[in-house]
């Protein structure tokens, strides 16, 4: 991990063009890594959403590692956080229990709750939301599958979501399993307001769901009367794969443009990172989930004294 | 004013039908040891406000303590779902009123400011609030755009986690810091768990992460290892081996009676007795 500075500086790496689809390569050339994951794939993707001088909040470790490959990419002065509330200006290193402690030990700065959502009413955050369902029209559900008063599983609760939906200008999701349980024709529970016909009334523009990033492609609600559509599929995918697992129409732009995939440096330094794959469990589930969590809890704080001394010692 | 007391005290202070709000988020400063002695001899029927919920909302529905929840999450990250949290939501055994991250803040700050609501965009195009009926819609009375009232939400008792305190009632807070001061000032009596108990003077050396200011404190009880199963940042990390152990127990009403037997009572010394001494924490949690 030692020469993870010098890997990372801006600038010595080639970014990865504009927007999607818009690739431009620049020297150096990088050579092409086919060898690429789908956690690798979608967190380029989400990366390159990633502008300007903005509070992103890390709360997933693919959210995490896609402002952490923004910043050091085409972004650099986004302000990026070790955890939802602190750690301003540190490398958000994915960890399990150590977010708090990566913002005290890499002297990041913290910040209050108020900071936060003072930053969402004034639009200057973003964030990667991973919502249990998301439906046609951009509603987005963590609260509950079945009735809000007798769930068949309750879930955890609104949380911050409506806070987002109510105020950023770029709101951003995304699904690691595209399947008719998590893209749905519409949700069991709003947490998040979509293009309905109330929102519009109520709130306006504002809010309005922007992305959606699959593991079979990028989908925005630019289809007839703001439903999903899609932008672009992963390489490998095709509209027949995606009508299979949507259980209502996607609208398709033609041709369909196909994914950027990651370059060679992009994906170096995602897995410089994330050293002990916490990216993958976000893709497991079951006793292959709960065996790489244990694992990666073990190894965590090691991980951190190894990354964070030197930088510390250095200051 | 000397404000230390035992937590068998707290518990004794607190009357059933209490409302109570807790500090910490998720897994992160929970003040777990109050917690625990509540579960285990607390009068009950409380009402529960939490910004961001996890195993003390859990623990409570778990010994059957709670009669509402207030609430924007619950859950234990990412080792999953609150078991017991989930059944009572499912089953519809308790009250549960869902509130969002921003809005149970602001319920507070209400409180706080001796307002009967503050006005919000949030919640607007979503379920939260044809859920939620403590929420109102009102038009702007300046320019008649929809605004969402949020009333005040007014804890009887506080119940935080801090890092250190001195005994009338400073609380130094080194990790992020939640929900906790707006619980501290909006509560009518706030009780402080403190990792360490220091002497003013002390204490008054930590300059700006002094957050929880002794005004707004009643109570102050000393509690090494206080938030664990949850972390305690930069002491001690989440214990999520403790954590795997507790959702396996929750599965079966056996296992569950069992873990409550061993782990869940008002001494403090005991849990940390049973979770293997504090020697083994330190080896298994200091970071």
């Known amino acids: 991990m030692s020469d993870r500075s010098s890997q990372e500086r801006p600038g010595t790496t080639a970014a990865a063009g504009g927007p999607l689809g818009a690739s431009t390569q620049l020297s150096p050339t990088p050579t092409k890594d086919t060898s690429y994951t789908m956690d690798e794939l979608m967190i380029t993707v989400m990366a390159r959403q990633l502008h300007g001088e903005v509070l992103v909040s890390s709360v997933t470790a693919l959210g995490a590692l896609a402002a952490h490959l923004a910043k050091r990419t085409h972004a650099p002065d986004l302000a990026v956080l070790s955890t939802p509330e602190s750690g301003m200006e540190v490398a958000p290193i994915p960890t399990l229990t150590l977010g708090q402690f990566l913002t005290d030990a890499q002297q990041g700065i913290p910040l209050t709750m108020e900071d936060i959502f003072d930053a969402i009413f004034l639009d200057r955050f973003r964030i990667w939301i991973n919502p249990a369902q998301v439906d046609r029209h951009g509603h987005v559900n963590i609260t509950a599958i ?103 129409p996607v609208a398709l732009p033609d041709p369909v443009p196909t994914t950027t995939e990651p370059t060679a440096a992009e994906l170096a330094l995602i897995r410089a990172a994330d050293p002990l794959d916490v990216r993958k469990l976000e893709f497991l589930s079951g006793r292959a989930a709960a065996e790489g969590l244990v694992n990666i809890y073990e190894r965590e704080r090691q991980a951190l004294h190894a990354a964070v001394w030197p930088h510390r010692r250095s200051r | 004013m000397n404000k230390l007391m035992r937590i068998d005290e707290v518990v004794d202070a607190i009357p059933a039908g209490a409302t109570i709000a807790v500090g910490g988020s998720s897994l992160s400063r929970k003040p777990m040891s109050l917690v625990r002695a509540l579960a285990a001899r607390g009068r009950g029927d409380f009402r529960l406000i939490v910004d961001v919920g996890g195993p003390e909302v859990d623990l409570l529905l778990g010994t059957e303590k709670v009669r509402q929840v207030v609430y924007a999450f619950v859950g234990f990250e990412i080792m999953g779902l609150a078991p017991h949290f989930r059944r009572a939501r499912e089953s519809g055994s308790v009250a549960f009123q869902e509130w969002t991250e921003f809005t149970v803040m602001a319920g507070l700050d209400a409180t706080v400011k001796r307002v009967p609501f503050l006005p919000t965009h949030v919640g607007l195009g979503t379920d939260v609030l044809a859920v939620n009926d403590a929420f109102r819609r009102f038009p702007d009375p300046f320019g008649g755009e929809t605004l969402v009232a949020v009333p005040a939400l007014a804890p009887d008792f506080a119940l935080i986690h801090v890092n250190l305190a001195d005994p009338q009632g400073n609380g130094v807070i080194l990790g992020d810091g939640h929900v906790d001061v707006l619980c501290a000032k909006a509560a009518k009596r706030t009780i402080l768990s403190a990792e360490r108990v220091v002497s003013a003077e002390e204490l008054q050396r930590y300059g700006r992460d002094v957050q929880i200011h002794r005004i707004h404190v009643d109570g102050v009880v000393e509690a090494q290892w206080g938030a664990h199963f949850t972390g ?37 010394a005991d849990y940390i007795a049973a979770v293997g001494g504090a020697e083994a924490l330190i080896g298994r949690l200091e970071v």
């Open chain 1, 146 to 248: 079945g009735p809000w008063d007798h769930p068949k599983v309750a879930l955890v609760g609104s949380r911050g979501i409506p806070e987002d939906t109510s105020h950023l200008s770029q709101i951003l999701y995304y699904v690691t399993s595209h399947t008719p349980r998590s893209v749905v024709a519409q949700v069991d529970f709003r947490s998040g307001a979509g293009y309905g016909p109330d929102r519009m009334r109520e709130l306006g523009q504002p809010g309005s769901p922007t992305l959606l990033v699959t593991n079979l492609g990028v989908f925005d609600w630019n289809g007839p009367e703001h439903t999903l559509a899609v932008v672009s599929l992963h390489p490998g995918v095709t509209a027949a794969t995606v009508a299979e697992a949507t259980p209502f």
């Open chain 2, 232 to 268: 305690c940042a930069p002491y001690y990390r989440a214990d999520l081996r403790h954590v795997q152990d507790y959702l396996t127990a929750a599965r079966d009403p056996a296992s569950w009676a069992a873990y409550v037997d061993r782990f869940i009572g008002d001494r403090h």
